[in-house]
């Protein structure tokens, strides 16, 4: 009876423990599908040194504004941003910086060191970028992945995942079914005002850049509704990008 009783917990525990080897399972070959998608381990590796152009609308307080940006990324926890707004009758030129653990934010030539939600919310936005990049989610074994199954983006049929690494908030990624392209990413975190939303990205028109597929279109939504719409404009790999680049603006 007792040896029976054992091998009834032992079944149900390995029944059990089932359904999660199999989500992992699922998660990392639709990240696999994905690499292959945007062009392959080789060509993703471009994504660590990255000079970028955009232009688009954003929307501030209900008034719409244009703005262009310039941005670089080393990865993973460096990045800048300088970004030429105009909403109204204003014209206002903005820089954030972010060298590992620190980074500063600078409004017309004022600069300030961000802390606290301010700082993680900055190291949250360039750790999204590593995210993305996909290699990690395969080569690092911190980053926990589960399946988040499938729902539809702008109507076409996507596969989800969620990424989980200590110390960072969820990443979920959204890829479409049929050829693998990432289509949707979303996250908790912070809008201007420092109120914890859901920050949803649709990506769109992907192009080949040196056999590197990226998407030359792409919309942000905070809380379900649309707040920026942006295209880019030139996209360059490096092999790395200077230090001093990431100084304090």
């Not at 079944?11 to 999660?20: G, K």
């Not at 079914?177 to 859901?198: A, M, P």
């Not at 880019?232 to 680049?245: G, K, P």
Request: proline residues 2%; contains cysteine.
């Amino acid at each position: 009876m007792k040896t029976s009783a054992m091998t009834w917990v032992i079944v149900c525990s390995t029944l059990a423990a089932m359904p999660c080897l199999r989500a992992d399972e699922v998660s990392r070959a639709a990240i696999e599908k994905a690499v292959e998608a945007h062009g392959g381990k080789e060509k993703l590796a471009k994504l660590r040194a990255v000079r970028i152009k955009m232009k688009g609308t954003v929307l501030i307080n209900g008034n719409t504004g244009q703005f262009s940006a310039d941005a670089c990324r080393q990865l993973p926890d460096r990045s800048k941003t300088t970004i030429h707004l105009e909403i109204g009758d204003a014209k206002l030129t903005f820089v954030q910086v972010q060298n590992g653990k620190k980074a500063w934010s600078s409004v017309e030539g004022t600069t300030e060191e961000l802390m606290d939600e301010r700082l993680a919310e900055q190291q949250a936005r360039t750790h999204q970028f590593q995210v993305q990049s996909l290699l990690p989610l395969l080569n690092d074994k911190a980053y926990e992945l589960s399946a988040l199954g499938e729902i539809k983006v702008n109507e076409r049929p996507a596969v989800g995942v969620r990424a989980a690494l200590k110390g960072h908030a969820d990443i979920n990624l959204y890829f479409d079914k049929q050829n693998g392209l990432l289509l949707k990413t979303e996250r908790r975190g912070l809008d201007l005002s420092q109120k914890e939303i859901v920050l949803e990205t649709f990506y769109r028109e992907y192009k080949d850049f040196d056999g590197l597929k990226q998407p030359l279109k792409f919309v942000s939504h905070h809380d379900g509704k649309q707040y920026m719409e942006a295209e880019v404009t030139e996209l360059r790999f490096e092999e790395t990008i200077d230090e001093s680049e990431f100084a304090r603006p």
